[in-house]
């Protein structure tokens, strides 16, 4: 079993091959919003890099998000596309899950947050499991101050993760038992992608393309801007 993961919710483009021998080769890109001229590109160089025809991938892998609205459009329907064209199923997987994944070696509380743009933020809270992680409730979006309130209620020591505590630093800094994880785990990455897929391709947890659907959490932004203009 091959997957292909794309990775386009937030700034960066990810993309990783791989199954049963874990990821075979990946591409990550910060190019800005240049996702759809990114992402083709990326996925031939690594299946070149994993030395994989594109026709030997069995099942496609995407973030669903949440994200920003352009680059998670661009990823999903890109990896739609590619499910039809070979007739293979596919797994969605939440980009929250797919930052709070690399670091689950940890006893702590694991916050991932991503920049939502607009003043908010887009986070969710997770503990490490045998195997894992798991998600303790849903997906949230708030100002970084409803999260920062959030976590002086709690009384647990928390690791912040992603992009969202990079950009809001200030607000999250001073809090008591609050460590923010190092840049270099900013973003979600198409190799969490792939290992975690694998894990569901097992189970035969997959959906056809059609049924595929991203996870937006609010209005795109030039939705809001049309509705809040004057005199709309």
């Not at 798991?134 to 409803?146: M, Y």
Request: aromatic content about 6%; hydrophobic content about 45%.
């Amino acid at each position: 079993m091959l997957i292909c993961g794309i990775d386009t919710a937030t700034a960066q483009v990810s993309v990783a091959v791989g199954g049963h021998e874990g990821v075979l080769a990946s591409t990550q890109s910060l190019r800005g919003r240049q996702h759809a001229e990114v992402l083709t590109p990326a996925i031939e160089f690594t299946c070149r890099q994993a030395r994989v025809e594109l026709s030997e991938i069995s099942v496609v892998a995407v973030d669903l998000g949440p994200g920003l609205f352009t680059g998670l459009r661009v990823g999903v329907a890109a990896a739609k596309a590619m499910a039809y064209a070979l007739g293979v199923p596919m797994i969605g997987v939440a980009s929250l899950d797919l930052l709070a994944f690399p670091v689950r070696f940890t006893s702590r509380l694991i916050v991932a947050v991503i920049d939502a743009r607009r003043g908010e933020v887009f986070y969710a809270f997770y503990r490490q499991v045998p195997g894992g992680i798991q998600r303790l409730g849903g997906h949230s979006v708030g100002s970084p101050d409803d999260l920062a309130s959030e976590l002086m209620a709690t009384s647990e020591e928390c690791l912040l993760v992603g992009d969202g505590v990079v950009r809001y630093r200030e607000v999250f800094e001073g809090l008591k038992k609050c460590e923010i994880v190092e840049e270099g785990f900013s973003h979600p990455n198409a190799q969490s992608l792939v290992l975690l897929a694998h894990a569901r391709a097992l189970r035969e947890q997959w959906v056809k393309p059609w049924d595929l659907q991203p996870l937006y959490l609010r209005k795109p932004d030039a939705e809001i801007n049309w509705t809040t203009r004057p005199g709309a």
